[in-house]
């Protein structure tokens, strides 16, 4: 990985700003960051501030309100209104500021947006345009610390894109189709990880023993005690005939509650998200989902049930690193 710049060019005559930086990360996740306001809470403000999505409904036609929430608890209101959305490639919109119901003040300048994304391999451009009806307007936003106040969030994006291509790559370089067993314990993952390899005579693959500490959490995750920091994330241990287990760490400490039953799954990984979501919902009718399918920290597409038969089952798309 190498580090990016971010890059400001000012053309005051023709009242615009064009912001371009270059992330380490493939397409799929650098438009979801942008596009997704859960992720968007998580590097959009530069820090002591940050973001509070309250709605967004991302479409054209559509609107994200949110507001920037300073050290001492402060709120300033934006509001951003989608008028063209090419998926994965460009999207315009108007910015302004507003209050916690979306009313655009009009004290402060209204400014148009065009976000280009353009892919190479795995590094993603993106390109930003803000155009101001007049001069003096950009110079205002200027003098409000835009310039610090982006490149300081563009950096944030550029710490969760690097963390979440890295755990990308190290739970599945590839997108093929397999099925493995998937245990859970009580903080004894290791340990009982250590043994089956000593019986099977097997081997650590993938990521091997991976930590809480090893990984950076979502927002919004409850803070971890050093104890639980050292405990599995994920374990995978390669047996018999090349099959494959894998495990984590479920602590009472983190609000599990295992027992006999709900300590193993079946872990089916299909090859796409929409057989990932036909086998889900198969096996759902008549059972109970756990876990609604979603997008997930550790780059995948993720949900879990029971099925009528009170069978466990996990199903896991990890999109592939090349994608």
Request: net charge negative.
């Amino acid at each position: 990985m190498t580090n990016n710049e971010t890059f400001f060019s000012k053309d005051l005559p023709n009242k615009k700003l064009t912001v371009t930086r270059a992330f380490n990360a493939p397409l799929d996740l650098v438009w979801k960051a942008w596009t997704d306001s859960e992720i968007l809470d998580q590097w959009w403000a530069p820090k002591p501030y940050r973001a509070e999505t309250k709605k967004m409904d991302f479409r054209e036609g559509g609107y994200w309100l949110y507001c920037m929430v300073g050290p001492t608890n402060d709120h300033a209101w934006c509001r951003v209104d989608y008028i063209t959305i090419q998926p994965k490639k460009t999207i315009t919109s108007t910015d302004a500021f507003c209050d916690e119901k979306g009313k655009i003040n009009t004290d402060f300048p209204i400014m148009d947006w065009r976000k280009e994304f353009t892919a190479k391999d795995n590094t993603t451009s993106v390109r930003v345009e803000v155009t101001f009806e007049k001069e003096a307007d950009m110079e205002t936003i200027i003098k409000m610390g835009f310039q610090e106040g982006f490149t300081a969030g563009l950096s944030n994006l550029d710490q969760y894109l690097s963390a979440q291509f890295k755990l990308r790559q190290e739970l599945k370089p590839d997108n093929k189709a397999r099925v493995t067993s998937y245990l859970n314990f009580n903080g004894k993952t290791e340990e009982a990880f250590n043994f089956y390899k000593k019986a099977f005579k097997g081997e650590f693959t993938g990521v091997g023993l991976q930590r809480f500490e090893d990984i950076e959490l979502p927002a919004g995750h409850p803070p971890m005690n050093d104890a639980d920091k050292k405990l599995i994330l994920h374990a995978e241990l390669t047996i018999l005939g090349g099959y494959v287990l894998m495990a984590t760490d479920a602590p009472e400490s983190m609000g599990f509650k295992l027992q006999q039953g709900n300590n193993m799954h079946i872990n089916v990984e299909p090859e796409s998200r929409e057989e990932t979501q036909r086998l889900f919902e198969a096996l759902a009718a008549g059972g109970t989902v756990t876990m609604p399918l979603e997008d997930m920290f550790f780059g995948a597409y993720f949900g879990s049930l029971t099925d009528k038969y009170g069978i466990n089952w996990m199903f896991t798309f990890q999109l592939p690193a090349d994608h």
